[in-house]
């Protein structure tokens, strides 16, 4: 049980890695695409709230990965498990987030959400992917 809830919380780690730095290339190429942390920074004091967020919940999406979702998500490879898995964060900050942060849904922009749900497939491939099968 302890292990696999420090493999959950080193894949969340990992796959905030890896979307953040795609986010982060994405701001450079899409027009109007944010890192995750800095549109969490303006709800919450400061670039560094804005990292602490992003990371929480990145290790957060990954325990509940974990914990309910590698089970019912159908297929036997982790990483494809994974990449389907992260749809569903993409679809909650598209939905839900991104409003609350003062948006329109999906950012208003074709660009920005799909940039989006590129960083969140490879978030999720590496959560599967390093989690392994449960």
Do not use: N
């Not at 899409?30 to 969490?40: D, F, N, V, Y």
């Not at 749809?87 to 939905?95: D, E, G, I, T």
Request: glycine residues 16%; aromatic residues 14%.
């Amino acid at each position: 049980m302890q292990q696999r809830f420090i493999r959950a919380v080193v894949a969340g780690l990992v796959g905030t890695v890896v979307m953040s730095i795609l986010s982060y290339l994405g701001s450079f190429m899409i027009p109007g695409m944010m890192p995750p942390w800095e549109m969490l920074a303006m709800k919450m004091g400061g670039i560094v709230g804005g990292w602490i967020g992003h990371i929480m919940i990145g290790v957060i999406l990954a325990l509940i990965y974990v914990y309910i979702f590698a089970k019912i998500i159908p297929g036997k490879d982790p990483w494809i498990k994974g990449a389907l898995y992260g749809v569903l964060p993409w679809l909650a900050a598209m939905v839900v987030v991104i409003p609350f942060m003062g948006m329109p849904l999906f950012a208003g922009s074709f660009m920005v959400a799909m940039g989006s749900l590129a960083g969140h497939i490879f978030y999720g491939a590496f959560v599967g992917g390093v989690c392994g099968d449960w």
